[in-house]
């Protein structure tokens, strides 16, 4: 087992599941710094955390170490992160926040299962790999529908980084309560057609880019005050 320590939160990983890639990444300290840097600016001591790919449980402590077990849950779908997470969370103080195994889909999705396709690098496991990715094993894992997750958790703030599954996600109406999103956009998976449907989809439902803690791939969405 290797351990890490990133913004202050102790990570640690089994050896099978890290790459050279993953090890520096973790010892350098940026892993994840982006979307860690803009949860530090954006989140307020009330607020309810969601984090879609939760991958080594990082965001889920960094955001639990200020709202607190109760106000903090996450989703991952690679089965042997799951069990990582739990723990990372737990020796950084969060123990019993709440991980849902399992990957993100549209409402529409009709099947109680989905294949996810893991990669050794298990940053790069997603639903829909890039075209041409390498070393990929599908297994099946719960379909969790987006909708009904948002409507149980029922967050202000969402981290959404699961490598290009984001982008049928946003036609349904979203919760008021919902009111920042941090997410890693993935031009590889749909190219700038895809970040424009993101956009558009989130414009519509009243979410503006906010410049603070947006960074390269990683965009912050604020949803804009109506007046009254």
């Known amino acids: 087992m290797a351990e ?3 913004n202050d939160i102790l990570l640690t990983i089994p050896d099978r599941l890290l790459t050279e890639q993953l090890r520096a990444s973790f010892t350098s300290g940026r892993y994840e710094s982006s979307e860690a840097d803009a949860l530090v600016r954006h989140l307020r001591p009330r607020d309810r955390y969601l984090d879609l790919g939760a991958g080594a449980g990082f965001l889920l402590a960094l955001a639990g170490a200020k ?3 109760a106000g903090v849950a996450g ?11 739990i723990e990372n969370l737990r020796q950084n103080g969060v123990d019993g926040a709440k991980v849902h195994w399992g990957a993100i889909v549209p409402d529409s999705f009709a099947n109680a299962t989905v294949a996810f396709l893991q990669r ?3 940053w790069a496991s997603s639903l829909t790999p890039p075209e041409g990715a ?5 297994v099946e894992v719960p379909a969790l529908r987006f909708g009904a997750l948002l409507e149980a958790v029922r967050p202000t703030v969402a981290s959404i980084d699961i490598e290009g599954g984001e982008l049928e996600l946003f036609a349904p109406p979203l919760p008021a309560c919902l009111r920042l999103i941090v997410m890693e956009l993935h031009p590889a998976v749909y190219g700038k057609a895809g970040i424009k449907q993101v956009f558009d989809a989130l414009s ?6 906010c410049p603070i803690g947006s960074k390269g791939g990683t965009v912050v969405f604020e949803r804009l005050k109506t007046p009254g």
């Open 204 to 209: 519509q439902q009243g979410f503006a880019y």
């Open 4 to 6: 890490f320590v990133v």
């Open 75 to 85: 989703v991952e779908a690679g089965p042997d992160m799951v069990p990582v997470a």
């Open 67 to 69: 709202l607190g077990v």
């Open 134 to 138: 390498a070393n990929t094993t599908a």
């Open 120 to 122: 050794r690098s298990f």
